[in-house]
């Protein structure tokens, strides 16, 4: 009988020591924070031809990944579906590690050569927004 009670004693208490460690984790965890762009293409073909491709290679290339594209553009978008408003001509969701990282890649060499190209043919609103 004794030998039952500390074995139910060990693992209740290794239980409880795992379930800490685990919520300690979680806590430590930062959310993933999104990048939202409405884009006003002036010229579709240009744009998924001359900046898309280049300006997603390097999001790709940061560790980005894309949550969604839409619009005009071409480049793996698709259609926008109005639900109320007026949409804009393309808009895309990219999800981010950190704030850090969205900086770093905004800022690189790579993306700001590609978003002279980009500006040629379209006019962009950016903005970050922290996940949960």
Known sequence: MKTYLTV???MLTGAAIGGFAVQGLHAQAK????????????NPEAYGRDFA?????????????????GGAGGAGSKPITAIEGTPPKR??????????ALDK????????EALKIGKQHATFRRYAVEGQ
């Not at 959310?31 to 002036?42: A, F, N, R």
């Not at 808009?91 to 850090?100: F, G, I, L, N, T």
């Not at 890649?105 to 700001?112: E, F, G, V």
């Open 8 to 10: 139910t004693v060990a």
């Open 53 to 69: 491709p280049k300006a997603q290679a390097t999001i790709r290339g940061a560790g980005a990944k894309f949550v969604f594209i």
């Open 31 to 42: 959310p993933p924070v999104y990048l939202v762009s409405e884009i006003d293409v002036t």
């Open 105 to 112: 890649w905004y800022k690189s060499a790579d993306y700001q």
């Open 91 to 100: 808009v895309a969701v990219q999800q981010w590690e950190s704030m850090e």
